[in-house]
Structures are given as structure tokens and as C-alpha cells.
């Protein structure tokens, strides 16, 4: 059977960049390169893959070399969209579809919105609520933690957008929910700010980029892990910064003793 190498070429490629953006493990992705081309019975595939970009080289017959480059520019979490690439991948091994059909079900996956921004946002304001109750908090924080999570989302968006870095959405995220939980206490008397402030940064904690941070290391990636680490601790300071300077803020108006 023949090959097309540039079609070859472009399955791989998306399929590796689907799982690096979508908060998959490098060792996965490189596992699904090798995967797909070892499926077509390619002589020689090799491939680097960081979190910020991978390297993939090709020769199907041994002689003939295609290489290609790709830049991660973005990464979130959607599980759903690695698990899709995993059966895409399963099928080219069984060879029941062809490379036409797996890159054109790639590039909807990979254009796929599964949440609408709408609901996105209401999911973000109720999980703050609840970590919220669940860190002690009373009805009213209850409803202070949803709108704060609601408006921590718009503005995360908003930062998204208009393609800001990591730290200044984040940091902006703990200026936003440190100011309404103080102001809130402040205004209604409740006792204790903390709740709502933990309760709304649990959402945006690192939590799976650590892990998959210690995952990559433990395998051997010891880029990737230390690349993965920055970004959480990154992300983590950001928010602690922006929570500190407002309290601290709050303290040094008298508004906090």
C-alpha cells in the first residue's frame, strides 16, 4: 500500500498537537506518533516533544526524509478531545479508515468547542461555590463565591482572547477574587473571608499540569517535567501575588486588623 508522506505527516502532527494542548503527558503524545507511524510500517520515525512545541521526523521507505516543526502556543484541559485522538488512532491500526478520514476527524476534534463559553462560565462560578461550602462556607458565601467565580471566568476569557501570558491572567484572577471577598465581609460583617478566597482559586490551581509534571520526569522527560513545574508554580504564584497585594492592601487601609 502506498503512502502519502505529507498526509502521513499532517495525521501525526495534529494528532501529537491535540494532546500537548489539551493537557495530555509528552510521553503520550510521543507514544501516539510512534504509534500511528509504526501502524503504516514507516522504516524510521523519530520525534521531541515538549510542552511548548515538538520536532517530528519521518522516512517510509528509509531513504526519504520529511521533517516538520510545530509551536504550542496554547494549552487548556479537555480530556475528552485526547480520548477522541486515542480511537482515531486505534482505527489507523486496524486500518479501518484511511488517512484522508482520520485528518479530516482530527481537524473537527480539534476545532470542537464541547462546552458552549455560556455554560463554561456557570460551570467555573458553581464549582467555586461549592469548594467554597466545602472549605466551611455559609449561604452567603455560597452566592459571593458563584458571582466570583462567574466574573474570574469573564475576565479569564477576556485575558484569553487577546492572547495575555499565564501570569497576568492569573494574577489578575487573584486581584478580582481577593478585592470581592473583602469587600463582601467587609460590607455584610460575615466572619471570614478565607472560605470565599480558597474556594475560588481552587478552579484555577495547577493541579493537573503538576501531575503531569512528575509523570513526565518520573518517565525520563526531564524537560517537559521541569517545563510543566515552571508553568504550575508559575500559575500558582500569580495567584498568590494578586490575592497578597490586595489583603495586604486591605490591611494597611485599616479595613483587615
Known amino acids: 500500500m502506498e503512502i502519502n508522506a505529507n498526509n502521513l505527516l499532517k495525521v501525526i502532527k495534529l494528532s501529537a498537537q491535540i494532546i500537548i494542548e489539551n493537557g495530555g503527558e509528552i510521553y503520550r503524545a510521543e507514544e501516539t506518533?510512534?504509534?500511528?507511524?509504526?501502524?503504516?510500517?514507516?522504516?524510521?520515525?523519530?520525534?521531541?516533544?515538549?510542552?511548548?512545541?515538538?520536532?517530528?521526523?519521518?522516512?517510509?521507505?528509509?531513504?526519504?526524509?520529511?521533517?516538520?516543526?510545530?509551536?504550542?502556543?496554547?494549552?487548556?484541559?479537555?480530556?475528552?478531545?485526547?480520548?477522541?485522538?486515542?480511537?482515531?488512532?486505534?482505527?489507523?491500526?486496524?486500518?479501518?479508515?484511511?488517512?484522508?478520514?482520520?485528518?479530516?476527524?482530527?481537524?473537527?476534534?480539534?476545532?470542537?468547542?464541547?462546552?458552549?463559553?455560556k455554560h463554561a462560565i456557570l460551570y467555573t462560578g458553581l464549582c467555586s461555590a461549592f469548594f467554597t461550602v466545602l472549605f466551611g462556607g455559609q449561604i452567603l458565601e455560597f452566592f459571593t463565591a458563584l458571582f466570583t467565580?462567574?466574573?474570574?471566568?469573564?475576565?479569564?476569557?477576556?485575558?484569553?482572547?487577546?492572547?495575555?501570558?499565564?501570569?497576568?491572567?492569573?494574577?489578575?484572577?487573584?486581584?478580582?477574587?481577593?478585592?470581592?471577598?473583602?469587600?463582601?465581609?467587609?460590607?455584610?460583617?460575615?466572619?471570614?473571608?478565607?472560605?470565599?478566597?480558597v474556594g475560588c482559586m481552587m478552579p484555577l490551581l495547577p493541579g493537573l499540569a503538576m501531575t503531569n509534571a512528575i509523570r513526565d520526569t518520573i518517565r525520563g522527560d526531564l524537560i517537559s517535567g521541569i517545563a510543566r513545574a515552571a508553568e504550575a508554580l508559575l500559575v500558582a504564584s500569580s495567584l498568590a501575588a494578586g490575592t497578597g497585594i490586595i489583603i495586604y492592601i486591605a490591611y494597611s487601609i485599616g479595613i483587615l486588623s
Open 149 to 197: 467565580g462567574i466574573i474570574v471566568s469573564l475576565v479569564s476569557k477576556r485575558l484569553e482572547n487577546i492572547h495575555s501570558y499565564y501570569f497576568f491572567s492569573s494574577f489578575f484572577s487573584g486581584l478580582i477574587i481577593a478585592f470581592i471577598a473583602i469587600s463582601t465581609t467587609y460590607l455584610t460583617k460575615m466572619d471570614n473571608y478565607n472560605n470565599i478566597i
Open 33 to 117: 506518533i510512534r504509534f500511528i507511524g509504526k501502524a503504516f510500517e514507516v522504516q524510521e520515525i523519530e520525534s521531541i516533544a515538549t510542552p511548548t512545541g515538538f520536532y517530528i521526523t519521518i522516512s517510509i521507505n528509509g531513504e526519504d526524509t520529511n521533517t516538520l516543526v510545530k509551536r504550542i502556543c496554547k494549552r487548556s484541559i479537555d480530556l475528552q478531545k485526547i480520548n477522541d485522538v486515542n480511537n482515531i488512532s486505534r482505527k489507523l491500526s486496524q486500518h479501518s479508515i484511511t488517512l484522508n478520514e482520520a485528518l479530516m476527524e482530527l481537524e473537527n476534534i480539534n476545532k470542537r468547542t464541547d462546552l458552549e463559553i
